[in-house]
Protein backbone atom coordinates (compact mmCIF):
# COMPACT_ATOMS: atom_id res chain seq x y z
CA UNK A 1 0.00 0.00 0.00
CA UNK A 2 0.90 3.57 -0.85
CA UNK A 3 -0.32 6.88 1.40
CA UNK A 4 0.60 10.23 0.38
CA UNK A 5 1.52 12.66 3.32
CA UNK A 6 0.11 16.33 2.05
CA UNK A 7 0.95 19.30 4.00
CA UNK A 8 0.65 23.18 3.38
CA UNK A 9 1.68 26.53 3.87
CA UNK A 10 3.90 27.35 6.83
CA UNK A 11 4.24 24.02 8.39
CA UNK A 12 7.67 23.87 6.71
CA UNK A 13 8.52 26.01 10.11
CA UNK A 14 8.09 23.72 12.31
CA UNK A 15 9.89 23.73 14.87
CA UNK A 16 10.59 27.71 14.41
CA UNK A 17 7.13 28.27 14.23
CA UNK A 18 4.81 29.35 17.87
CA UNK A 19 6.71 26.17 18.93
CA UNK A 20 4.04 26.56 22.49
CA UNK A 21 1.04 25.92 19.57
CA UNK A 22 2.66 23.44 17.26
CA UNK A 23 5.97 22.07 19.26
CA UNK A 24 9.52 22.04 18.95
CA UNK A 25 9.55 19.16 16.09
CA UNK A 26 10.51 19.77 12.31
CA UNK A 27 8.82 18.81 9.80
CA UNK A 28 11.45 17.01 8.28
CA UNK A 29 11.91 14.75 12.10
CA UNK A 30 8.00 14.14 11.94
CA UNK A 31 8.05 12.90 8.21
CA UNK A 32 10.96 10.68 9.11
CA UNK A 33 9.67 8.96 12.18
CA UNK A 34 6.44 8.68 9.97
CA UNK A 35 8.00 6.94 7.12
CA UNK A 36 9.55 4.43 9.64
CA UNK A 37 6.41 3.81 11.18
CA UNK A 38 4.91 3.41 7.83
CA UNK A 39 7.58 1.40 6.48
CA UNK A 40 7.10 -0.96 9.40
CA UNK A 41 3.30 -1.75 8.84
CA UNK A 42 4.32 -2.60 5.12
CA UNK A 43 2.80 1.17 4.18
CA UNK A 44 4.90 2.75 1.55
CA UNK A 45 4.68 6.70 2.41
CA UNK A 46 5.32 9.64 -0.04
CA UNK A 47 5.95 13.30 1.74
CA UNK A 48 5.11 16.39 0.19
CA UNK A 49 4.46 20.00 1.27
CA UNK A 50 4.32 23.43 -0.46
CA UNK A 51 3.10 26.93 0.27
CA UNK A 52 1.19 27.32 -2.78
CA UNK A 53 -2.56 26.33 -3.23
CA UNK A 54 -1.41 25.37 -6.96
CA UNK A 55 1.28 23.27 -6.08
CA UNK A 56 -0.87 21.07 -3.87
CA UNK A 57 -3.31 20.79 -6.05
CA UNK A 58 -1.29 19.18 -8.64
CA UNK A 59 0.30 16.45 -6.46
CA UNK A 60 -2.67 15.19 -5.52
CA UNK A 61 -3.93 15.25 -9.07
CA UNK A 62 -1.07 13.55 -9.33
CA UNK A 63 -1.46 11.28 -6.78
CA UNK A 64 -4.13 9.22 -8.80
CA UNK A 65 -3.83 5.82 -9.56
CA UNK A 66 -0.32 6.06 -7.93
CA UNK A 67 -1.48 6.32 -4.18
CA UNK A 68 -3.70 4.69 -2.29
CA UNK A 69 -4.70 7.20 0.48
CA UNK A 70 -3.70 10.99 1.70
CA UNK A 71 -2.87 12.37 5.15
CA UNK A 72 -3.17 15.66 4.45
CA UNK A 73 -2.92 18.84 7.30
CA UNK A 74 -3.85 21.89 4.94
CA UNK A 75 -2.87 24.38 7.36
CA UNK A 76 -4.62 27.82 6.64
CA UNK A 77 -5.90 26.19 2.98
CA UNK A 78 -8.11 23.76 5.30
CA UNK A 79 -10.59 26.82 6.15
CA UNK A 80 -10.47 29.01 2.85
CA UNK A 81 -9.43 26.40 0.01
CA UNK A 82 -12.25 24.99 -2.39
CA UNK A 83 -10.02 23.99 -5.37
CA UNK A 84 -8.07 21.90 -2.45
CA UNK A 85 -11.30 20.24 -2.03
CA UNK A 86 -12.24 19.41 -5.50
CA UNK A 87 -9.47 17.99 -6.12
CA UNK A 88 -9.45 15.44 -3.00
CA UNK A 89 -12.58 14.92 -4.35
CA UNK A 90 -11.97 14.85 -8.04
CA UNK A 91 -9.53 11.89 -7.30
CA UNK A 92 -11.66 10.23 -5.38
CA UNK A 93 -8.82 8.90 -2.88
CA UNK A 94 -9.70 8.65 0.27
CA UNK A 95 -8.58 10.95 2.87
CA UNK A 96 -7.57 11.74 6.72
CA UNK A 97 -7.44 15.80 7.64
CA UNK A 98 -5.00 15.97 10.44
CA UNK A 99 -4.04 19.51 12.54
CA UNK A 100 -1.27 19.70 15.02
CA UNK A 101 -3.52 22.25 17.14
CA UNK A 102 -6.98 21.76 18.01
CA UNK A 103 -8.38 24.02 15.85
CA UNK A 104 -11.80 24.38 17.17
CA UNK A 105 -10.62 25.61 20.39
CA UNK A 106 -8.75 28.44 18.41
CA UNK A 107 -10.17 31.43 16.50
CA UNK A 108 -14.09 30.96 15.06
CA UNK A 109 -12.40 31.47 11.35
CA UNK A 110 -10.36 27.89 12.00
CA UNK A 111 -13.41 26.21 13.24
CA UNK A 112 -14.62 25.52 9.70
CA UNK A 113 -12.76 23.03 7.27
CA UNK A 114 -13.79 22.69 3.21
CA UNK A 115 -12.16 19.06 3.24
CA UNK A 116 -13.58 17.93 6.73
CA UNK A 117 -16.86 16.60 5.85
CA UNK A 118 -15.56 14.34 3.13
CA UNK A 119 -12.90 12.67 5.30
CA UNK A 120 -12.65 9.35 6.58
CA UNK A 121 -11.81 11.40 9.65
CA UNK A 122 -10.19 13.91 11.39
CA UNK A 123 -7.37 14.63 13.52
CA UNK A 124 -6.47 17.62 15.66
CA UNK A 125 -4.63 18.53 18.43
CA UNK A 126 -2.21 16.31 19.52
CA UNK A 127 0.76 17.75 18.36
CA UNK A 128 2.91 16.06 16.29
CA UNK A 129 1.19 12.74 17.68
CA UNK A 130 -1.26 14.15 15.31
CA UNK A 131 0.40 12.85 12.60
CA UNK A 132 1.14 9.09 13.79
CA UNK A 133 -2.62 8.94 15.06
CA UNK A 134 -4.16 9.96 11.78
CA UNK A 135 -1.98 7.08 10.01
CA UNK A 136 -2.82 4.93 12.53
CA UNK A 137 -6.43 5.68 11.95
CA UNK A 138 -6.40 5.57 7.80
CA UNK A 139 -4.16 2.22 7.79
CA UNK A 140 -6.90 0.70 9.57
CA UNK A 141 -9.76 2.07 7.86
CA UNK A 142 -7.77 1.03 4.60
CA UNK A 143 -7.72 -2.76 5.82
CA UNK A 144 -11.18 -2.99 6.96
C1 LIG B 1 -2.87 23.82 11.45
C2 LIG B 1 -4.05 24.66 11.92
C3 LIG B 1 -4.39 25.75 10.91
O1 LIG B 1 -5.48 26.53 11.37
C4 LIG B 1 -3.19 26.66 10.71
O2 LIG B 1 -3.48 27.62 9.72
C5 LIG B 1 -1.96 25.89 10.38
C6 LIG B 1 -1.66 24.68 11.13
C7 LIG B 1 -2.43 22.79 12.50
O3 LIG B 1 -1.75 21.84 12.14
O4 LIG B 1 -2.76 22.94 13.68
O5 LIG B 1 -1.14 26.32 9.56
O6 LIG B 1 -3.26 23.11 10.29
Redesign the pocket.
Known sequence: MRFLLIN????NLLGHREPGL?GSKTLKSIEADLQETAHLDGVELDCFQSNFEGALVDRIHQAMGEVDAILI????Y??TSVALRDALLGVDIPYVE????N?NS?EEF?HHSFLSDRAVGVV?GFGAMSYELAFRGLLAHMRK
Open positions: GPNLYNAGATHLHLSTRRS
